[in-house]
């Protein structure tokens, strides 16, 4: 049950009309990486975690009920950017573009660049936000990821926040308004905070690497293919330790000297690892016995209730 408080959560506000700007802000409201796209799939995500997970469900449905308000915020940013657009543009005697026009050709010059440049704000919308990125691309479902595997969605969840962070510290280095500068930089505050919420969510869940029940074959799970020749770079990604499974990267410095002499890679041995495949087997029937029995024993088997009220 969803219900709106007229307050926004930030008390945004702009110093002056910047319909420009309120174009490049679109990417925040309809964008790929924008809060319309955080908060539906927060929400979704939500959903194959109210029974087995009811913690994280709770997580999952307060943060995106969160996004929706900044949705909100930026919406009305966008709103008080635009200024009288909309009223100009009602002004159908007057103000018309074909008056506009007809006032000379630099006039006309310029009607036709805002047009170019901000359509869904003359054509589409007039002094309105739009559903869409900065370029008029209307928004998509395909943004969204659910997998209704946990460790993944966290995961992807954290990427999105980092994007969105990324995408807020871009906007504040396009504008000169202190006022929207500092809605900005509240936005952006969210980014970071909600990733690390994120983090911390993932980090209850044990095991949690590799995602999902499947471990990974100790013949492949450590192996450095140096496949691009020239100079070649060593580090952490390819020498010493794995970050999680702990195992001792394999530098394959004669990538198809290997593949050749192993029968594509079917005849290796593990090497610098102490996992087998044995070992590998046990862990696998004992995570999917243990994640299939948390989400069955928490799933009704007959007249199933999403809710229980509270007298």
């Not at 657009?85 to 036709?112: C, F, Q, R, W, Y």
């Amino acid at each position: 049950m969803f219900y709106h408080v007229k307050d926004l959560q930030f008390n945004a506000r702009v110093s002056r009309p910047d319909p420009r700007f309120a174009r490049v802000m679109l990417e925040a409201f309809g964008g790929a990486n924008g809060e319309l796209k955080s908060a539906l799939q927060y929400f979704v995500q939500a959903f194959s975690c109210h029974n087995p997970f009811p913690d994280k469900y709770d997580m999952l449905m307060d943060i995106a009920t969160e996004e929706f308000g900044h949705l909100e915020i930026v919406g009305a940013t966008i709103q008080m950017l635009l200024g009288k657009v909309n009223g100009e543009m009602k002004d159908a005697l007057e103000d018309t573009p074909l008056h506009t026009m007809m006032s000379g050709k630099s006039a006309k010059e310029e009607l036709i660049h805002q047009a170019f440049t901000n359509p869904q704000f003359l054509v589409g919308a007039p002094g309105s936000p739009a559903l869409t990125d900065s370029n008029g691309n209307p928004w998509c479902a395909t943004y969204v990821s659910a997998t209704a595997e946990l460790t993944v969605d966290l995961r992807s969840n954290m990427a999105g926040e980092a994007r969105a962070k990324i995408g807020y510290e871009n906007l504040l280095q396009l504008t000169d308004d202190p006022l929207v500068k500092e809605t900005l930089g509240f936005l952006m505050a969210r980014e970071v905070t909600h990733y690390q919420q994120f983090e911390a969510a993932l980090a209850t869940i044990q095991p949690n690497f590799p995602p999902g029940v499947f471990q990974t074959s100790p013949r492949y799970s450590n192996l450095y293919f140096d496949l691009s020749k020239g100079e070649d770079a060593r580090g952490p990604w390819n020498e010493g330790e794995s970050t999680q499974l702990k195992e001792q990267w394999q530098y394959i410095e004669k990538p198809l000297e290997e593949v050749r002499s192993t029968n594509g890679l079917l005849d290796r041995k593990p090497e610098g690892t102490d996992r087998s495949e044995k070992n590998i087997a046990k862990k696998e029937a004992h995570l999917s016995k243990e994640r299939s029995g948390q989400v069955l024993s928490a799933t009704p088997e007959e007249k199933a209730s999403w809710c229980k009220y509270h007298q």
